[in-house]
């Protein structure tokens, strides 16, 4: 406790022990304290910071709002997407992995949903003596997400060395899972590959090549290409191509059960999915309106399906090839 002198008519007391503050209420009056007390009052007086300013400028509350606004609106475009991403159909099929075979499809009632290689939708030089048609099973692929894939449409001319260019990227020549992951990969190839971009193999003879492989993530890189016997060949240092259905569209007696098993153990659903139209800007649009504004969109910029009807028999010289692998 504290006595302090006043004017001499009457005393003041201020107690410490309660607060501070009181402390210093009761004694910043310079008219009831001596100067003697002045240190005592500044000893036990709070060291409180100064109140804030009040800014007076509106500029930064006006920009922090247009932060706000932009980021919500990023996030609500990134959702949006990724919504359309995992549900985009307007230039995707899905159908069961059974119906790569043409007779399954045919009893199911559906149009084959692949594109096998044939002579009548090849277009090698015949003294190449290259024979990749039919379906081909990428066996051992670390990306499991894509699997199959058609040389239809594919061309090349003699003599050797020769580029063989392949439009692997048109409608039902490529087949992924229908994963999220496949989907983000189907994405990223619809906004950055052109339908008709060409995957081209740099062939020394009939046995061996290089490919160049389709898709920016892969620039500058070269792929080995080496044949084993008629019906694989070796994707030096990834995986083993397989032909698991003849160009006539009977199943390889080993290699299509193989796959059978081996896609159905990894994707139980038994579904896969191809692209189903040649439309670069449907293959686009997919992700950020539905199909029936894409359609409209898309109407006057190629074709917006593409249902191949089953593939004929292979013919060579004006002879059917043999119903089956021998």
Known sequence: ???????GRRKFRCTSSRRSMDLANCCSSGKFRPEDEEPLVAKNSPNLPPPPEKSTNCCSSILCKCCGC???????????VLFFVATAEC????????NILPANALAAGVAEPFTRGTSANMYLDTSLGLDLAGVWWMDGNPATFEQLVSYAGASGTAPYPMVMSVPTNLARRWTY?????????????????????????KFAN???????????????SEFGFEEIN?????????YTLRRIVAANGTAHPQFWPKFLAWYKGLNPDGKMMVYSSDSACLRRCQYFLPCSACDAVCANAGSTTTTPAPSPPIQFGGTTAPAQFV
């Open 177 to 201: 899972t229908t994963s999220f992951a496949a989907r983000i990969v189907i994405a990223y190839y619809s906004m950055t590959s052109d339908p008709e971009e060409l995957h081209d193999y």
């Open 70 to 80: 932009i980021c919500c609106l990023l996030i609500v475009l990134i959702l949006w």
């Open 91 to 98: 230039a995707l099929e899905t159908f069961p992995v059974e």
């Open 230 to 238: 008629p019906d694989e060949w070796d994707r030096v240092n990834s």
């Open 206 to 220: 009939s046995s061996s090549a290089t490919i160049v492989p389709v898709g920016d993530v892969y620039a500058g």
């Open 1 to 7: 406790q504290v006595w302090l002198k006043g004017s």
